[in-house]
């Protein structure tokens, strides 16, 4: 996709991106809003006594590291939070407590933070001392009983002298080794001396394990370092950031959708599509234009020096060029489905031709849904379906002049239970062979190609064919389907004009309406074009009028 498509779908859809992304700041600042304000708070506690000791080991700090671990996962278990809840009143809800206290650790540090949110500064305070507390007191619990405890102080205090004895014989075995000569000997001290080595590391082992239990060595010790102060000011809702993500989420999904649309939407939206989807030059392109009824579409009578009856002129020059190798006699209208205009170009163009001094006929071969009787204002008791029937009258008695200088119009007439068998007949033929010694041009309005074989019939019968299409309606599978119906047929096709194109930017395309008086006078300032649109009824789905 190119820049210039890119940029022209996210104009297109601007109104979408900027909805999306006002409702969901909105909502988020709403939400945000009716969302209590949230207080936080923190007590500090610490593992150990390592820091009052003069020469801490490493063994110390790595010790109460595992042991902040353990305490964190501890903090977030029943014992801590139910006795948490009991002490401070509501026992009963002692869960919500684990969406509300989270606990950190101090890398590489014997810190231990628990950290505690509340919609309540004081009730947040009340909770993370207490929650410290019970901490302390759950490990307490777990610490050795009386009786226990002084079996365990007796084997602590029997292995001190073991291992003094211990080392002292080791260093007497160590003077010995030194003075040995013999093999025998020295390996006998040897091995002495690794047996004493490895009973002095067991006992210092076991002697740290008592310490562990006893907790006397400064580790295995829980202390509160910084109590909880009271919150002076909310943390949360973050607003602003909220507020901010959601209309970034709201914008993505506006231009998300916008592209999908899009990418979706396989409608003609420029003479380029037209062009790419039937392989047919682009004679023309009609902007859109207000119309409240069928009898208010003939622009090119009401508004002859609008831009809309230029472009028309523009067609019809185009027609004539594209014609060069014959003359264009009989010109046939039709388009891939209903409802794109093709009646309405079908009259405006007739109008054209007629205003270029040309002697026209314009021929409403719609005998489904005619409306030319409509646009000019006509009646249609007899028309095309009696100039078949009856081949004997003179033409003159079908032809009606709809008071365009040099245009004349023959109308459907009553509907027949067999168009398609009517077209394609000899009589037909023999009607456009007469009609052709009435004008100088035969302008056909005829049904949709797709939906009935009407024009397809008529098609093989003409100079020249124009398919219609609407801009933003029809689908270019339609289109290019439509053109190679009509190429099975062998119908002469000159060429394709995009009808109703959205009026872009200043300048393209000026609107004129009548005053009071009369006089015609142009909106040239596109902010009278804006307001304008009162004067300008929108067209339901079902008047076949265009715009």
Do not use: C
Not at 241 to 262: H, K, S
Not at 312 to 325: C, E, G, M, W
Not at 406 to 419: E, W
């Amino acid at each position: 996709m190119e820049l210039r498509h890119i940029l022209a779908t996210l104009w297109k859809w601007a109104w979408l991106i900027v909805l999306a992304t006002a409702v969901a700041a909105v909502s988020s600042w709403l939400a945000v809003r009716a969302e209590p304000a949230i207080y936080q708070t923190s007590t500090t506690l610490m593992i150990g006594h390592t820091i009052q000791q003069v020469a801490p080991s490493s063994a110390d700090f790595y010790t109460s590291e595992r042991l902040a671990q353990t305490y964190a996962e501890l903090i977030q278990r029943e014992p801590v939070l139910k006795g948490t809840a009991a002490a401070l009143g509501f026992e009963d809800q002692w869960r919500r407590l684990r969406e509300q206290v989270s606990v950190h650790l101090v890398a590489g540090t014997q810190l231990l933070e628990i950290r505690v949110t509340d919609t309540s500064p004081a009730r947040a305070k009340r909770i993370a001392d207490e929650i410290a507390h019970q901490l302390m007191a759950t490990v307490e619990q777990a610490r050795p009983q009386d009786s226990y405890r002084r079996f365990i102080e007796e084997q602590a205090a029997s292995l001190p002298p073991k291992i003094e004895a211990a080392q002292q014989e080791i260093g007497t075995l160590e003077a010995e080794l030194a003075q040995a000569f013999s093999a025998r000997q020295i390996q006998d001290l040897q091995t002495r001396i690794n047996t004493l080595d490895q009973q002095v590391n067991d006992w210092q082992a076991t002697f740290a394990q008592y310490q562990l239990l006893l907790g006397d060595t400064g580790v295995n010790v829980l202390t509160v370092i910084e109590e909880a102060p009271l919150p002076t000011g909310p943390v949360g809702p973050q607003g602003l950031l909220r507020v901010a993500l959601a209309a970034a989420i709201g914008l993505a999904l506006a231009v998300a959708a916008a592209f999908l649309i899009e990418y979706l939407d396989d409608t003609l939206k420029s003479s380029e599509d037209l062009e790419a989807a039937t392989g047919l030059t682009t004679l023309g392109a009609i902007s859109r234009f207000p119309g409240e009824s069928p009898a208010d579409v003939l622009i090119t009578v009401d508004q002859p020096k609008s831009q809309v009856s230029e472009a028309y002129r523009s067609l019809r020059t185009s027609l004539r060029f594209s014609a060069l190798d014959r003359p264009l006699r009989t010109l046939l209208l039709t388009s891939p489905d209903a409802l794109e205009g093709k009646s309405t170009m079908a009259a405006n163009l007739a109008v054209a031709m007629a205003q270029d001094g040309k002697s026209v006929v314009l021929i409403d071969a719609d005998l489904r849904r005619p409306m030319q009787h409509k646009i000019f204002q006509l009646p249609n008791r007899q028309g095309l379906t009696h100039a078949l029937l009856d081949g004997a009258q003179a033409l003159d008695a079908y032809l009606q002049d709809p008071a365009v200088p040099r245009l004349r119009v023959l109308t459907s007439g009553p509907l027949p239970p067999n168009p398609s068998e009517l077209l394609g007949s000899q009589s037909m033929r023999r009607l456009i062979e007469r009609l052709r010694s009435q004008a100088d041009v035969l302008v056909f309005d005829t049904p949709p190609v797709l939906p009935v074989t009407d024009a397809a019939v008529l098609a093989a019968q003409v100079d020249g064919v124009l398919v219609v299409a609407e801009a933003g309606q029809t689908r270019r599978t339609a289109a290019r389907r439509a053109v190679e119906k009509l190429r099975t047929v062998g119908a002469p096709l000159l060429g394709a004009a995009l009808n109703r194109v959205p009026v872009r930017g200043r300048g393209e395309y000026d609107y004129y309406y009548y005053a009071s008086g009369g006089a015609e006078r142009p909106l040239r300032r596109p902010w009278l074009q804006r307001l304008a649109w009162w004067r300008q009824p929108l067209r339901s789905r079902d008047d076949p009028a265009p715009r």
